[in-house]
């Protein structure tokens, strides 16, 4: 008799589990900033996009496929080539997620890992167009310009697979060793004409002073010759010249009216 009790129990017990169980594979949560998407055999996947929280679905045929709406970052190394032919080692960082509203197309044409089929491919196609525009001089002096076009293109190709770029950039632009160097090179050899030029230039400047010092000089000479020889002609010459400019530039002037006499013109200046 107590055979057959422990023998009820027990089959309620597992009839009471498995209860449990059907009942617990009945809902399911969606955590915050992720989204679901409900898979059914008869009906393949549906249009409908399950937000946060805890829902319900018909266990054993419908099964959630969940999804993480959160930007996320990516890193894709690229070799490539440039516009001159150099061979450039390109690494773009991506910061992406897929559009909520297009989960189940995601779903249906890519898969739960589109990231690994989509992203990769696409990102290589665009920075091989753009990284072929430019020279690689200009891949060094333009990146800011080089980053946008990159992020512009890919913006619009990856739209088209229902994902959305929150940020793209060049974290790793290099060239082949040979190239590096070259231009190494070449920037060691512009420095090198700037302090040529700048000594040029600074022993110009100084042979100009030297020649004004030797002109003053000789002008100083020349003066006192004059004088010595001419006595006091070369003096009054000098003060008609001076009277003379004044008397011109008093005349210019609008308050003036009167001209002194020309004795008064020489500002008092000794005889």
Request: hydrophobic fraction near 45%; glycine fraction near 4%.
């Amino acid at each position: 008799m107590a055979a057959k009790v422990f023998e009820y129990i027990g089959k309620f017990g597992l009839t009471l589990a498995a209860t449990g169980n059907v009942v617990n594979s009945a809902f399911y949560n969606v955590d915050a900033c992720h989204r679901a998407v409900i898979f059914d055999p008869f009906r393949e996947v549906q249009d409908i996009v399950v937000g946060e929280g805890t829902h319900f679905l018909i266990p054993l045929v419908q099964k959630p496929i969940i999804f993480d709406c959160r930007s996320r970052p990516r890193n894709v190394p690229v070799i490539t080539g440039s516009k001159d032919l150099q061979n450039v080692n390109v690494t773009l960082r991506i910061l992406f997620r897929p559009v909520a509203s297009q989960l189940p197309r995601i779903y249906t044409s890519i898969g739960e890992d589109y990231d690994e089929w989509v992203l990769p491919s696409i990102t290589t196609e665009i920075l091989k167009l753009v990284v072929a525009r430019f020279d690689a001089g200009e891949l060094i002096t333009q990146r800011e310009l080089v980053s946008r076009q990159v992020r512009d293109d890919l913006t619009e190709r990856e739209a088209t697979f229902g994902l959305i770029l929150d940020d793209v950039s060049l974290t790793h632009l290099t060239f082949e060793k040979e190239f590096t160097e070259a231009m190494e090179a070449k920037q060691v050899a512009q420095q090198e004409a700037e302090r040529a030029r700048f000594v040029v230039e600074k022993a110009e400047q100084q042979k100009a002073a030297i020649i004004s010092a030797e002109g003053d000089s000789k002008a100083a000479e020349l003066i006192t010759n004059s004088l010595a020889t001419a006595g006091d002609g070369l003096i009054e010459l000098c003060k008609l010249e001076a009277a003379e400019d004044i008397a011109y530039q008093l005349s210019r002037s609008p308050n003036i009216t009167y001209l002194p006499a020309g004795q008064s013109m020489l500002l008092q200046l000794p005889q």
